[in-house]
């Protein structure tokens, strides 16, 4: 297949610092749009997947990070409906799928077994030894895994949307109508205050459970109606058997025994963030109350799209950070401090820029 050479921040090992790289880039088939891209969003993944943190997923190198992608498209195939030249269009964390499996026909692509994630996923079109990601000047997708942005939202805090926004938006979705429920969000980081958002947009009484106070104000800011902080036992007993839904957005070991403690009757504790150990569960915490423990993996394409939509509707972006490319490796140390507000975006016309 006929190639093209994009600009790009690769990481040549788990040990060597992200640095200018020249990659290839198919040129689009009939059915593939070529983005030019704007802002790519930071996510943990990128830091775990660079490093090769994931023994699921071992990383091969390079690897170029990144998906969270906004940009303009430069050129689309023949057979493109849904965008043109011009347009300002995403790209999450999926890029290919079989699009004829069960899971690809209930709209759950991201649980596709032949899905392809956006980088460091095996490239069925031979461009590569795996896919690229989005720290690049270009990328080229199949229609089908793009996705229209609002006009009306700033383009640098729509990028996190892709990632950090969608596996936050779906569990809350799926769970039901929460107007009026009480609903808490375990920690306050990148997928943590869009979750707290997205409850406060939907109608929920938002709580949310730190264990840090200097939080609070940032929590009210963002829209939760209470913060509990939850080193302090007597405060979390006060709220114990309250909750109808929590989201535990914490990827670091910690104890989610403490939370289903705080759920009702028939209430549900979702997972999102990825700890890297197992984290043990009292089973009587689960059976008295027949509560839920459950996890959720971002979102299948149509509901990524339900979800910008939302967010043009109700005017919601990430809070980010806007840095150049040149500053990934600082960025970097800084995530893995949990030193940021709330998302990094990179400005992907810095890659322009002499280094």
Not at 129 to 138: K, Q, R
Not at 171 to 176: A, H, L, M, Q, S
Request: aromatic share 8%; with cysteine; glycine share 8%.
């Amino acid at each position: 297949m006929p190639t093209a050479t994009a600009k790009a921040y690769a990481a040549s090992s788990a040990t060597s610092p992200l640095a200018f790289s020249n990659i290839p880039r198919r040129e689009p088939t009939d059915r593939d749009v070529e983005l030019e891209i704007l802002y790519c969003g930071v996510c943990h993944s990128d830091l775990h997947q660079v490093r090769n943190e994931w023994s699921a997923m071992p990383t091969v190198y390079p690897c170029v990070p990144g998906h969270e992608i906004v940009g303009r498209v430069t050129q689309v195939g023949s057979a493109v409906t849904k965008h043109q030249v011009g347009d300002i269009v995403g790209v999450g964390c999926l890029v290919d799928s079989d699009q004829t499996c069960p899971s690809c026909e209930a709209n759950l692509e991201q649980f596709c077994p032949h899905a392809a994630f956006t980088y460091n996923s095996p490239d069925k079109h031979g461009t590569a030894p795996v896919t690229y990601g989005g720290y690049s000047s270009s990328i080229v997708v199949d229609e089908h895994f793009t996705l229209k942005i609002p006009t009306n939202l700033e383009l640098a805090g729509v990028a996190p949307l892709l990632c950090a926004g969608i596996t936050s938006y779906s569990p809350i979705r799926r769970w039901g109508d929460i107007k009026g429920k009480k609903v808490g969000v375990v920690g306050l980081g990148g997928l943590g205050h869009m979750g707290v958002k997205f409850a406060h947009a939907f109608g929920a009484h938002t709580v949310v459970l730190t264990t840090s106070a200097s939080k609070k104000d940032d929590a009210l800011r963002l829209g939760a109606d209470e913060v509990i902080i939850t080193r302090d036992a007597d405060e979390m007993q006060k709220h114990a058997f309250s909750f109808d839904f929590i989201l535990d957005t914490v990827s670091a070991d910690h104890d989610i025994n403490a939370y289903l403690n705080l759920l009702k009757i028939d209430g549900t504790l979702t997972l999102v963030g990825a700890p890297d150990k197992p984290l043990p569960v009292a089973a009587f915490g689960l059976l008295f109350g027949r509560k839920q423990l459950a996890g959720s993996l971002i979102g299948g394409i149509a509901e990524t799209q339900e979800m910008l939509d939302f967010c043009g509707a109700n005017n919601i972006t990430s809070d980010v950070e806007v840095i150049a490319i040149q500053q990934i490796n600082e960025a970097y140390d800084r995530l893995a401090k949990s030193d940021v507000k709330y998302r990094f975006s990179i400005d992907m016309a810095s890659l322009n820029n002499p280094s």
